[in-house]
């Protein structure tokens, strides 16, 4: 991540499974389904908080996330580009979805295609 992408901080499979109230299992499986995303940091598998609101999955995120996989990100590639300043938005990408602003972030995500 660049040196200007704010400080996130990073959960753990267990950390997330608190927060839902749920298992790691089942974590995982939100992963497989692209309800969250998560990278490997230090051979651990991490989500960063800011993926999380109330409790559960930011709901925004699974489409976005789709476009991403579907444009030929890989994993690494579409944390990065979620978490990193974006040019055409303004801020990251994850910043304008917890804005409100879904549209704009696919449409950005739909043209990297």
């Known amino acids: 991540m660049s040196e200007n992408a704010p400080a996130r901080t990073w959960l753990t499979i267990p950390d997330v499974a608190d927060i839902f109230g749920s298992t790691p299992g089942r974590v995982r499986k939100m992963i497989e389904e692209h309800s969250l995303l998560a990278i490997r940091r230090d051979k651990v598998l991490v989500v960063p908080d800011v993926f999380i609101r109330d409790g559960e999955p930011l709901p925004e995120l699974k ?15 579409a944390m990065q580009w979620l978490l990193e300043e ?12 917890l804005a409100g602003r879904k549209a704009e972030v696919r449409r950005v995500a739909q043209a990297l295609a």
């Open 63 to 77: 489409g976005t996330i789709i476009v991403l996989l579907d444009s030929g990100f890989v994993p690494d590639e």
């Open 86 to 97: 974006e040019e055409s938005l303004g801020v990251a990408p994850i910043d304008a979805l």
